[in-house]
Structures are given as C-alpha cells and as structure tokens.
C-alpha cells in the first residue's frame, strides 16, 4: 500500500529563489565547462551519475577545496568496494573548515534555557590552535585516536577540529551513554585522549557525569590524558579519575601559540569513527574518511541545502548521531553554526523556535518524531514566532509521513523548502535529500543525492518504480567508508553492504521511487513485517496509528505465530498513550479500523497492547529489533545503545501476547 499520489505539491520554489540558489550557479558552470545541456534537476543528476569524474571535479572546485587535488578523480571506478578517489589529492579537513579568522559568529551555543554564549571565527581558530598544539605536545599524531564524551558543546568542535588538524582520528559519544555503552565503542578504537564533560543539563536538572567518567576511564587502559570540560560544575576533584587535567590547564602552556601547521593527508586517510546503533551486539566501528565526508557535505550543504555564506545552519543532535558531524561540515560553506544542548520540549516544544528566532535561523533541522510531538501539543509557531529568515526545514531520524509535511506548511510556515532527508551512519550523509529548486510533495523526499546512483530493486534485483524495494546504490562515490576497524580483510564490512547484490550498496531501507521521482522511505528492510509472506513496511502503520489524538507514539513488531513457528508472523502494535489514557475494546478497534480503511487487511494488527514508554537508541529512533528479539526470549544483545533500556523489560512481561 503506497501513499495516495497528491495532485498538487504543498510547496513549489519561485523563480527568483531557483535562479539565486546554489545548485542553479553550480549547473551553469558544469555546463560551460563540460558543453553539456543541464536544464533541469533530472539532467543534472543524470550527468553527475554518468560523468562521476567530471562533476566531483566540478564540485571540488566549486566548493573551493584546501588541498592539492592531482589531476586524477577516480581509479577503480567500476569496483564496490575498491574505488578509489583523487587518489593523488593531499587535504586536512580542519584547514578546510576553519578558512575565516575574522569577529563574525563562527558557533552559537545554547544549553536549555541556562547557558548562552557564542564564538567568533576567530577565536574558534585560536583555541583550536591552542588545543592541537596540547596535543602533538604529548605526542598525538597522525592515526592516534582521539575521544570524546561530550555534549553538543563548542569545545567539542574544538576538539574535533585540534585532532584533524595533526592527522588524528576523532570519535565521539554523548554523556547520555553509559559506562558498558562508551566502552562498548571506544574500547574498541583504543584511544589516547579522552575528552569528557563533568555533567550536562537535561530538561531543568544537572545530570553528573564524574563518577561514571572514573569508571570509564578505569576501562580504557590505552588513555594517556583525560580532559575534563567544565559545563555545570565551577569547581572540580579529579583524584579518583586517571590522567585527568581540567580543559584549562591542559591548554595554559599553549597560549600563545597563534598558527595551526594543519598536515595535509591522502584523500582516503581517515577522519571519523562512527558507530552503528549496537542494539544487535557490539557496535560495528565505521571508518570514514576525511576527504569524502568533505566533498559530500559541501554538496549536501550548498547544492541540496542551499546554504550559503552567513547563513545560520541548526541540526538538533547529540554527538552520538552522525547529524553531529555533518552539522560541523557548515562550516566549510561560511555559515555560522547554531547548537544546542538539552531537551528539545523545554517549554513545550517553543524552545527551539525561540532560538530560531533569537538568532535568525535559516535552516532547521529536526527529527520527524520531534514535528510528530509539536503538532500533537498543538503548537502553531508561525503564529507565535518570528520566522522570517528561515528558509529550509531538515527532517531525519524516521521517515516524516504526509501528516507531518502538511503540519510543518500549515504552522510552521508556508514558504519554506522542508527536505526530509535519508541515509546514515554508514555513509555520513544523505542518499536521498531535499532541493531549494524541486517541489514538495507531501509525504516524500524530493530527489536522489547528486552524483549517488541510487535505485529500488525487487527481491531479484530489477528495478522498480512505484513498488516497494531495497534501497540500492549501484555505482561507487566517495563517501563510501574505508572500512571498519579492526576488519582487516574487509570481510565484514563486505557482509554489511554488499552481500544482497553484487557490486551494489544495499542500503537496509526499505523504498519506492515515486512518479515525481521522489522517494518514500517505509522503514528499515530488517524489521519489515512479513504476514502471510506479503511484505509491509512499519512506516506504513505508523503513519495510521499516530494520526489518533489518544496515540502519542507507537511500534510494531512480527510475533512469529503460532509461538515457535518460524514460518509467519502476526502483527503485534504497542502504543503509547496519552498521560491518563487506558487502551480499552473502543480506541482497540479505532486503531484496527484506521489501520484497514487506509491500508489492507494485512496491516491490521493481531494484537494492539499499551505501553508506558517506547524503547529508542540514544539519536531517537526506535528499536524494533530489540522489543522482537525480547518478545521471542531471545536476548538483546547491547541494551547500553538504548535511551531508555528500562522500557524493554514491559514488553518481556507481556503474558497478553500470547493469547
């Protein structure tokens, strides 16, 4: 069952705002430089797709990278994995995003309603220089890891900056994770410097981190220094933790240190190590690359994004989500980078939106559960807001259904570009995004990412249009991971992506192409339900259940029926409810109802159960896999990955499921 095809799009970009956008300037110079025809998005990508030599070229030089490029784009260039970009280019990323010295706002701040405070480029530069010089001081160098246990704060940028500026490999977890969840990640990458906050603020209270710091610091024997960053406490007793010297102290000696001597490295060489959500074992650690996370958001940011220099960019995130890092990347497009720390319901849901309004923000981006929870409290921030500069809303986390599109026009505000956007940790970026010069049609994303050949393949590997399929990618680009750590043979870093199909990325999403050439996500391809052998994805549920005022958030499994039987499922639906509500044979067959009359039999589930709470990963996205896996007594391997593990445990008591 796919979404009902709109006869109008909720949004269309005006003439004046596609020929100032970015992406029109950069296909007027591809055209020039190359004697193509470009004149339409389809075109474009087209090009980008079947010239991938000509439009990274073209994109590097639009995007004015630091660096020698060389004159070759790609070896290789038929092999996934084994392509090989710009083989013969030396960069630094730091040196890239950190081009502008001057008192103009470089990183705004906000934790909560408590804290505010901003930096300009400048001394962005200046700390980063002095941090970096600490660092090769106590011998930090090109490969070494560098760690952090941080908040979405500006001395986590700083850090991150400082590390790739000397050619180390930065990794980084929010404070929310707990001591087995942090040790899970870094004690596989062996760091030598840990960077850590001494608490945070979450919704009004101070949550402290020391003692968890000392734990964790006990369970990582390869660090040699600690550093402690100062955010809710004045004062500080590091005797119990190991190495540890506050933030100040470990830069006094560096003070004067005024130039950043950035080491520029292979295109390949690697910058991040990200982490998958865990919640099926211990983390896979993915290594990307500096160069192809470079290149990639200059795209994301400038061409799908439209951002251009002095605009003031907001991912809401943590810096256990891959949005972390490619917020950082606005950088490199000149904008001024708005971050924030805390909940995001901070009076009711309008914290946000004070902020944007505060600051002039231009491009919003927030998760589809966050516009779900806003329109369900009834915020109306068109009315109660100034919104006048922002120009793009950025929608990720879980696929934003029709109902969400039409709230953010209706109440947020009716001229903007709202991008719901797809892809993930293991590609740092996007596959499908938005485009300031494509219209918006509700309930999809508008387009294929520029010089991505994505496709929808049926169980036999053909391409589909308008069914339902796997999210595929069937020519290599340069985001791709180097691989994962500690796999030397690649064999399983192979088997996470290229096992389905040969030579093709499968991506795990489950998709349809659409006749705008938009894509619908409908979840991911694991946690698929398969009653009767009929394929359903769980957005497809979700999007029913979550339009009745009683349902705050819902989750959807296959029970494996009869108990044993691996051979069918039924659909099983746990809802959460309003404060005070109960799940009684009425809202039960309300639900049941909602679900037929919009889909098919098939959907309806066997079962609908309340809950108190909805288990989710530590980025907010619910995990599906893990309420299947306790449903079935089978145990869940890394419940450190989850935000609120205690919620699983209502879900292994729930006798009901078997009747």
Same mark, same amino acid.
């Given at each position: 069952?796919? $979404? ?64 020698? *490029? ?8 038929? /092999?996934?994995?084994?392509? +090989? ?28 309603? +408590?804290?505010?405070?901003? %930096? ?39 850090? %991150? ?10 990794? #980084? ?26 608490? $945070?603020? $979450? ?35 590091? #005797? ?82 891959? %949005? ?42 927030? &998760? ?26 950025? &929608? ?10 039409? $709230?953010?026009? *209706? ?35 508008? /387009? ?24 595929? /990618?069937? *020519? ?17 870093? +192979? ?10 990325? /499968?991506?795990?999403?489950? &998709? ?6 938009? !894509? ?8 698929? !339900? ?36 691996? =051979?069918?499922? *039924? ?11 109960? !799940? ?44 299947? =896996? ?30």
């Amino acid at each position: 069952m796919s $979404y009902a095809v709109a006869t109008e799009p909720l949004w269309r970009p005006g003439a004046e705002r596609i020929a100032a956008a970015n992406i029109t300037a950069f296909s007027r110079e591809a055209e020039a430089r190359w004697g193509r025809s470009l004149p339409d998005y389809p075109a474009l990508h087209a090009w980008s797709v079947a010239q991938p030599e000509e439009f990274w070229l073209s994109l590097w030089d639009y995007g004015a990278v630091v660096g020698e *490029r060389g004159e070759v784009v790609l070896e290789q260039g038929g /092999c996934m994995p084994g392509a +090989r970009w710009f083989p013969q280019a030396r960069l630094n990323f730091a040196e890239n995003l950190l081009r502008s010295r001057d008192d103009s706002d470089a990183l705004v701040f906000w934790g909560e309603e +408590r804290v505010k405070n901003r %930096m300009s480029h400048g001394d962005l530069y200046r700390q980063v220089a002095h941090f970096a010089a600490a660092l090769r001081e106590m011998g930090v160098g090109q490969g070494d890891r560098v760690a952090a246990w941080m908040p979405n704060l500006p001395e986590t940028i700083i850090v %991150m900056l400082a590390a790739a500026s000397i050619g180390a490999i930065f990794s #980084s977890a929010s404070p929310d994770f707990g001591v087995q969840g942090v040790l899970d990640r870094f004690g596989q990458i062996e760091p030598k410097v840990l960077v850590a906050v001494d608490g $945070y603020y $979450y919704n009004g209270k101070i949550v402290d981190c020391m003692d968890r710091l000392a734990a964790i610091t006990d369970g990582l024997p390869s660090v040699k220094r600690v550093v402690v960053v100062p955010y809710v406490h004045a004062k500080h007793d590091l #005797s119990h933790v190991h190495h540890a010297r506050v933030l100040a102290d470990f830069v006094k000696p560096f003070q004067a240190v005024t130039e950043i001597p950035f080491v520029r490295l292979p295109f390949d060489y690697p910058l991040y190590i990200m982490y998958s959500s865990g919640t099926t074992g211990v983390p896979k650690c993915i290594v990307h690359c500096a160069g192809g996370a470079l290149l990639q958001h200059i795209k994301e940011h400038r061409l799908h994004g439209d951002v251009k220099p002095g605009d003031r960019v907001f991912y809401f995130t943590t810096c256990g989500w891959m %949005m972390w890092n490619w917020l950082v990347s606005g950088l490199a497009a000149g904008a001024t980078l708005l971050l924030y720390d805390g909940s995001p319901m901070i009076g009711n849901g309008a914290i946000l939106f004070d902020y944007a309004q505060a600051e002039g923000m231009t491009h919003l981006g927030t &998760s589809a559960k966050f516009i779900d929870g806003i329109a369900k409290a009834g915020l109306k921030p068109g009315q109660t807001h100034d919104l006048s500069a922002l120009r793009a809303i950025f &929608s990720t986390g879980s696929p934003l259904v029709p109902e969400g599109f039409e $709230y953010v026009y *209706r109440e947020i505000k009716a001229d903007l570009c709202l991008s719901s956007i797809s892809g993930g940790t293991d590609i740092i970026s996007c596959f499908v995004l938005g485009n300031p010069t494509l219209p918006v049609w509700s309930g999809e994303i508008q /387009c294929k990412g520029l010089g991505m050949a994505v496709d929808v393949f049926d169980e036999m590997g053909i391409p589909v249009r308008g069914e339902k399929g796997e999210l595929v /990618c069937t *020519r290599p680009f340069p985001v791709m991971p180097v691989g994962f750590w500690n796999d030397p043979d690649g064999a399983r870093y +192979r088997a996470a992506y290229f096992e389905r199909f040969e030579n093709i990325w /499968c991506h795990g999403d489950y &998709s349809e192409i659409t006749v705008h050439d938009g !894509l619908i996500i409908y979840g991911r391809s694991d946690a698929t !339900l398969n009653p009767g052998g009929v394929r359903i994805g769980t957005a497809e549920i979700y999007r029913q259940v979550e339009k009745l005022e009683e349902v705050l958030e819902s989750l959807v499994i296959g029970q494996q029926w009869p108990p044993g039987d691996a =051979s069918d499922v *039924r659909v099983v639906l746990f809802v959460k409810l309003r404060e005070g509500l109960k !799940l009684d044979g009425s809202l039960t067959d309300r639900i049941r109802r909602t679900i037929r009359d919009n889909t098919t039999p098939r959907h309806v589930p066997a079962r609908v159960v309340q809950v108190e709470d909805i288990p989710r990963t530590k980025s907010g996205k619910i995990v599906e896999l893990a309420v299947r =896996s306790v449903v079935h007594n089978q145990p869940v391997k890394n419940v450190e990955a989850l935000a609120n593990p205690a919620a699983l445990e209502q879900f292994r008591d729930r006798a009901e499921l078997q009747s």
